[in-house]
T-cell receptor, first 113, second 111 residues
């Protein structure tokens, strides 16, 4: 089985721009979660989607949004980028039928300049 | 909200020494998971503990879940350079669906 695939792997954006990151979960996994990882704050939960519906949301401003498509693929969007949004954005998928273990993709490295 | 504290933040050991990282939750957990992230990589699932007082071993790694299901530890015996990385614990609170991560313990091993 292919793992969780995230695109793009690396990107550089300017303050004020917006960015869209994409995630393809492991085949058969219908839950997709997004995390932001920074050196100072560790892994912070952004949101989780299941069957195209947002199930849980972390404590991030409304500039961070996401969605999930009928094939379980997910996208997250960050609008009006700030320097502090520079981070590794990790997507993780889960098979809700077999437990809570999540499988991470390799992440998208976002640098805001 | 639920918080998961992990100590120490950093640990540097000589190869062959033991290593332990501790995880404490502000609320009772239904389960706890451990992940390892190699430098430049992404977190990889190691194990999940569910039962109070549970102990699981994976070769040189020993994982424990506290009796009160609020704390956990990971112990590595005789560290090797391949153990280098950041170890994260992550817990789900009772009645919650959110997996909350600790900030991780970064382990470096001197050969």
């Amino acid at each position: 089985k292919a793992g969780v695939t995230q695109t793009p792997r690396y990107l550089i954006k300017t303050r004020g721009q917006q960015v869209t990151l994409s995630c393809s979960p492991i085949s058969g996994h219908r839950s997709v979660s997004w995390y932001q990882q920074t050196p100072g704050q560790g892994l912070q939960f952004l949101f989780e989607y299941f069957s195209e519906t947002q199930r849980n949301k972390g404590n991030f401003p409304g500039r961070f949004s996401g969605r999930q498509f009928s094939n379980s693929r997910s996208e997250m969007n960050v609008s009006t980028l700030e320097l502090g949004d520079s981070a590794l954005y990790l997507c993780a998928s889960r098979d809700v039928r077999s437990g809570n273990t999540i499988y991470f993709g390799e992440g998208s490295w976002l640098t805001v300049v | 909200g639920q918080q998961v504290m992990q100590i120490p933040q950093y640990q540097h050991v000589q190869e062959g020494e033991d290593f332990t990282t501790y995880c404490n939750s502000s609320t009772t957990l239904s389960n706890i998971q451990w992940y390892k992230q190699r430098p430049g990589g992404h977190p990889v699932f190691l194990i999940q503990l569910v039962k109070s007082g549970e102990v699981k071993k994976q070769k040189r790694l020993t994982f424990q879940f506290g009796e009160a299901k609020k704390n956990s530890s990971l112990h590595i015996t005789a560290t090797q350079t391949t153990d280098v990385g950041t170890y994260f614990c992550a817990g789900i609170g009772v009645g919650s669906e959110k997996l909350v991560f600790g900030k991780g313990t970064k382990l470096t091993v001197n050969p």
